[in-house]
């Protein structure tokens, strides 16, 4: 199923989704409301093999831990995903079993060249 993890609140987020012009094919799946569970994100973890590519580093609440742990590996970024939404990268675009993660301008090209190919 094609699905959108996002954050109403984000600005960037619904640029984003605008701008693809979603159609009703797709799942919005908005995280603070709805948080990320662990089934989501083990099957989000099958797509990347990795909790860290999914994982927003400019979090504020990161910067916080980072005072604390100057270390984190992939369970630790797993347990903190699961424990608050900001700690998930956003959007995620998942369209046809493809991940798209992230607001960088090039990822947002692929995620819509992607989808205008389909």
């Known amino acids: 199923m094609n699905t959108v993890y996002y954050l109403n609140s984000c600005n960037t987020c619904m640029k984003i989704i ?4 979603l159609d009703d094919s797709f799942k919005l799946k908005e995280i603070k409301n709805n948080p990320i569970n662990s089934l989501e994100l ?5 797509k990347t093999e990795s909790y860290e590519a999914l994982f927003n580093k400019r979090a504020v609440l990161f910067r916080e831990k980072k005072k604390i ?20 990268k956003r959007p995620i675009l998942i369209i046809k079993n493809k991940i798209f993660i992230g607001n960088s ?5 692929e995620a819509n060249k992607f989808l205008n190919v389909q």
Request: charged letters at 25%.
């Open 18 to 21: 605008k701008e693809l012009n």
């Open 42 to 46: 083990n099957y989000l973890y099958n």
């Open 69 to 88: 742990q100057n270390h984190f590996n992939e369970q630790d970024y797993k347990k903190l995903i699961l424990e608050h939404y900001t700690f998930l």
């Open 105 to 109: 301008k090039l990822v947002i090209a």
